[in-house]
């Protein structure tokens, strides 16, 4: 199924069952929060774990798919699976247009293009008139799936984002494995080896940069349905370094890595938000300690353990 | 998220074991959640000391012997309205909670209200500028208790027009919040008679270094600089203006007692601000500061602080005169039972609330004092003008609040 090995069968069956059992026991709207940043993890995985590009403006697309879903959603009250279908596409769109610039350098230039790109955007959501300033799109309707069903319960919306979620995921998982995936691959591994065998690697790497970034749109535009409120935050080049830390923490280029990274890291900002001041202490050590301790992440060290690949 | 101290946990582990606490622990339990910037550029503001004013509020209402409980949670917005709003949720949803006092700057505060009308709670925002809270995003769930762009503006623009400071020039921080409070206080300055010979927008955030923007003030000649800006940007203007030796007048739109004691009395020396809320005001205001120097020694409250005291001892008194059970039950109607009751306590004295939910108070201009004339620790100002309650803020026809029409 998919291409899983057994060992990321039985994970994912154990995942799948997490996501069933768990709004019964959580509080559904942290849940789909985290949904959303799994989402975008494995979005953000797809490019630094398989094809070996680290992208340090990923909130731009995160961001401007939370916004364009929002704004279609509230000022043309377009209903929520066309809203978060126009939030994919401007991530998507974005990322054409920067990842076209961006990968015409390898590296650290990637990453530094990257970032300046995603500050861009930053500066343009604060000041153009749609995003709201730094009230950001605030009432954003949930309205009704397909015109029929109402989102308006968090049992209800969370099942769609379940089903978004678990749709990006494979995707991820089926072009990975894919031979598109293993080209990625090889060009992460060698790529004037994947030139010489006559592939077009630019080619390659800006499809695989479009597909990242049209899933973090995928993931903004969900989240900003959830919550009603499309903001700065989520274009802020915080949430690009969060996501780096997410896969790190997770496992990168581990296929399950990037959701685990998603749930730590969500779960201790919610959690530890009792303790003030000194949450930011908090999770700088637990992440210093992640990163000594782990080194391939908490799946990856899990993995190795195991013998196995997640 | 809540926020449960030792003692409180130690209780409710105590409770639980013996039968007659047992039966004490079911008493009904009022809520209050306290949200507030409690590490960010706002924590001297409002912050931790927002929710001692909240805790102080509780101790001079008395709640014991009373029937029922009243507790406090706290949570951090961290300024952000997506953070605000999410905590917000979660109280109203999974803790009970059935009031949030203070609840931030203007884009959260309109974040959590759009919550508490969602999940028809009580919201009372003592932080927030935004005149909008009670005008076009006025919602039956939400009261707005100190102050706002309109009052400040018409409070330091229209007075400082009138003791001769009639041309303006303006640094504005170069977002929506400045830009609302360049377009408030223009308004009234030329409709005081008064001219604005230009304005600056300098980028938001991160400008430190204001010298060129001060300097393109200082040329234009005008009587008064307008700090359309807030937080270390307005202290980072007050400094370098001082250190250029720039004489005009500056006019802070936004300025709390906690950043002149950050300034300093040689360096904030004569500007003129608005608050409506001072600890040495009269005897009521110096009582009230007596017994919170109980609990927070080193400082003194400004008004968003004074405003947290004052929402929730407005909330816990009409929640008594309705019956717990019906204060907890239906938001909007504890919310309209709130207008309805005239509130009355030290910080603001005798004041009403409006139909769309702005609360009326005085609201008073003040200069600070040079430290020659200042007598003690936190003697900083001296009143210039008070505004009287009908006049401080926008009249009720003007703001076009939805709930006024129907």
Same mark, same amino acid.
């Given at each position: %199924?998919?291409? !899983? ?25 942290? $849940?789909?929060?985290?949904?959303? !940043? ?25 961001? %401007? ?64 008139? !749609? ?19 109402? %989102? ?16 990006? !995921? ?92 998603? $749930?730590?890291?969500?779960? %201790? ?36 353990? $195991?013998?196995?690949?997640? | ?73 706290? *949570? ?50 003592? *932080? ?27 409070? &330091? ?5 009138? +003791? *001769? ?32 010979? *230009? ?49 005009? &007048?500056?006019?802070? =739109?936004?300025?709390?007692? +906690? ?16 608050? +409506? ?23 003194? =409250? ?9 929402? &929730? ?24 039972? =709130? ?68």
């Amino acid at each position: %199924m998919f291409g !899983f090995s057994r060992p990321q069968a039985t994970a994912f069956a154990v995942m799948l069952a997490a996501i069933i059992v768990a709004p019964f026991v959580l509080y559904p709207v942290f $849940l789909m929060k985290v949904l959303c !940043f799994a989402l975008f993890a494995c979005a953000f995985n797809l490019l630094i774990g398989y094809v070996g590009l680290l992208s340090f403006g990923h909130a731009a697309y995160f961001g %401007m798919g939370g916004y364009a879903a929002g704004y279609a959603a509230k000022a043309w009250g377009w209903s929520p699976e066309l809203a978060i279908l126009f939030g994919t596409l401007a991530g998507g769109l974005l990322g054409t247009v920067f990842g076209w610039i961006a990968i015409r350098r390898q590296g650290i230039y990637f990453a530094m293009i990257t970032l300046a790109l995603g500050q861009m955007a930053y500066f343009f959501c604060l000041q153009a008139p !749609f995003t709201g300033g730094e009230d950001g799109i605030q009432q954003i309707p949930r309205g009704n799936l397909f015109g029929v069903f109402s %989102m308006q319960s968090d049992m209800a919306m969370y099942a769609l984002v379940a089903v978004i979620f678990l749709f990006g !995921f494979l995707l991820v998982h089926r072009i990975v494995h894919s031979p598109f995936g293993q080209i990625l691959k090889a060009i992460r591994e060698n790529e004037p080896r994947a030139t010489s065998l006559g592939y077009r690697t630019d080619s390659y790497k800006l499809v695989a940069f479009i597909i990242s970034c049209a899933l973090a749109g995928l993931a903004g535009g969900t989240k900003s349905l959830v919550f009603g409120i499309a903001t700065l935050t989520d274009v802020h080049n915080a949430m690009s370094g969060e996501v780096v830390l997410m896969t790190l923490l997770g496992g990168l280029g581990t296929i399950f890595g990037p959701v685990m990274g998603a $749930l730590i890291s969500t779960s %201790m900002e919610n959690y530890l938000a009792q303790a003030g001041a000194w949450v930011t202490v908090i999770q700088g050590v637990i992440f210093v300690t992640c990163v000594i301790a782990f080194r391939k992440g908490v799946l990856g060290v899990l993995a190795e353990k $195991l013998k196995i690949t997640l | 998220m809540t926020l449960l101290s030792r003692r409180t946990l130690i209780a409710t582990a105590a409770a639980s074991s013996v039968p007659l606490a047992a039966a004490r622990a079911q008493k009904p339990t009022l809520k209050i959640g306290v949200l507030t910037d409690l590490a960010g550029p706002y924590q001297d503001i409002v912050g931790p000391i927002t929710v001692e004013a909240a805790r102080q509020a509780v101790e001079d209402f008395g709640v014991a012997g009373k029937g029922y409980n009243v507790e406090i949670l706290v *949570g951090d917005h961290q300024n952000k309205p997506d953070v605000g709003a999410g905590i917000t949720r979660q109280w109203y949803d999974r803790d009970g909670v059935d009031i949030v006092v203070e609840g931030g700057s203007s884009a959260v505060a309109l974040a959590v209200s759009e919550v508490a009308r969602d999940k028809n709670k009580v919201y009372i925002n003592s *932080g927030g500028a935004t005149s909008d809270l009670t005008g076009v995003r006025c919602n039956a769930n939400t009261i707005h208790w100190v102050y706002d762009t309109y009052m400040l503006g018409r409070s &330091t623009g229209g007075a400082l027009v009138k +003791s *001769g400071g009639d041309s303006w020039f303006f640094i504005t921080a170069d977002y929506a919040f400045g830009h609302a409070l360049t377009r408030d206080v223009s308004e009234f300055v030329t409709a005081a008679g008064g001219k604005v010979m *230009g304005k600056v927008a300098t980028p938001f955030p991160a400008t430190t270094d204001f010298s060129a923007f001060l300097l393109q003030a200082q040329a234009s000649g005008a009587k008064v600089i307008g700090l359309a800006n807030a937080g270390s940007d307005t202290i980072n203007c007050i400094k370098q203006a001082k250190e250029f030796g720039i004489t005009q &007048t500056l006019g802070g =739109l936004l300025v709390f007692i +906690s950043d002149i004691h950050s300034l300093g009395l040689e360096v904030a020396q004569g500007l003129v601000c608005t608050e +409506s809320f001072y600890w040495d005001l009269n005897d009521r205001t110096r009582a009230f500061s007596a017994r919170m120097r109980k609990r927070v020694p080193e400082r003194r =409250l400004g008004m968003a602080q004074a405003g947290a005291y004052a929402s &929730t001892l407005h909330f816990l008194k009409t929640a008594e005169a309705m019956g717990i059970a019906e204060a907890k039950k239906d938001g909007a109607a504890t919310t309209a039972r =709130l207008k309805a009751m005239p509130a009355d306590d030290d910080c603001f004295g005798a004041g009403i609330i409006r139909p769309d939910g702005r609360k009326l108070h005085p609201s008073y201009l003040f200069q600070v004092k040079k430290p020659s004339e200042s007598k003690g620790p936190w003697d900083y100002y001296k009143v210039m003008a008070t505004t009287p309650s009908e006049e401080a803020f926008r009249p009720l026809k003007d703001g076009n609040c939805p709930l006024i029409k129907t």
